[in-house]
């Protein structure tokens, strides 16, 4: 079992609804989770990170983590064709520096 | 605009070839990773560096794979000798840890290595 499953879509979503991305993991003592985004032929860039169970709101960003059911989603609302990438899903356990990724899921938004 | 910078940004060389690859993380960071990036395999860590001493580097082949930080302006990443089956972007991430870990990677534009 891989240390993080993501769906490699591709997602496609029509522009202004929410698109939902899904993440597991399989290491119990995980902490710190997060989630990037990296276009196409671009390097990954950080645009959220969440900590403790339930949710956490940043723009038109959701992040919510159920540690019990070791699962972690990214939800976008009001998505634009902008927001057209693959998302990556990490997780860090507290103390240490790896963070380990999953292989990401694409998203299409269509205009 | 402080960014992490990667050269070459592009690598062809035949198998065989040593390959180097060079990071400058942004200035006043003390953390420096190196990934690999394949479509099967996702990101995977190679190595990082904390104050350029090497943390963990038990994701890198050792046989053909050397990372040092010569000082803390420059990280490099060499393969000797390349094969096909390293082709990939190699990225360097950079971060300020200040405490126990930091949150935040910047990753640098990546190097595109193409081994024939």
């Known amino acids: 079992q891989k240390e993080v499953e993501q769906n490699s879509g591709p997602l496609s979503v029509p522009e202004g609804a929410i698109a939902s991305l899904n993440c597991t993991y399989s290491?119990?003592?995980?902490?710190?989770f997060f989630w990037y985004r990296q276009y196409s032929g671009k390097s990954p860039e950080l645009i959220m990170s969440?900590?403790?169970?339930g949710d956490k709101e940043d723009g038109r960003f959701t992040a919510q983590l159920n540690k019990a059911s070791q699962y972690v989603s990214l939800l976008i609302r009001d998505s634009q064709p902008s927001d057209s990438a693959t998302y990556l899903c990490?997780?860090?356990?507290?103390?240490?520096?790896?963070?380990?990724f999953g292989t990401g899921t694409k998203l299409q938004v269509i205009p | 605009d402080a960014r992490v910078t990667q050269t070459p940004r592009h690598k062809v060389t035949e198998m065989g070839q040593e390959v180097t690859m060079r990071c400058q993380p942004i200035?006043?960071?003390?953390?420096v990773f190196w990934y690999r990036q394949t479509m099967m395999q996702g990101l995977e860590l190679l190595a990082y560096?904390?104050?350029?001493?090497?943390?963990?580097d038990s994701g890198m082949p050792k046989d053909r794979f050397s990372a040092e930080m010569p000082d803390a302006t420059l990280a490099t990443l060499k393969i000797q000798p390349s094969e096909p089956r390293d082709s990939a972007v190699y990225f360097c991430?950079?971060?300020?840890?200040?405490?126990?870990?930091?949150?935040?990677?910047?990753f640098g534009p990546g190097t595109r290595l193409t081994v024939l």
């Open positions: 991430a950079s971060g300020l840890v200040q405490g126990v870990s930091t949150d935040t990677q910047y």
């Open positions: 290491d119990r003592v995980s902490q710190s």
């Open positions: 969440i900590y403790s169970n």
């Open positions: 990490a997780f860090r356990t507290h103390g240490y520096q790896k963070v380990t």
């Open positions: 200035l006043g960071h003390n953390t």
């Open positions: 560096f904390r104050n350029r001493a090497p943390l963990d």
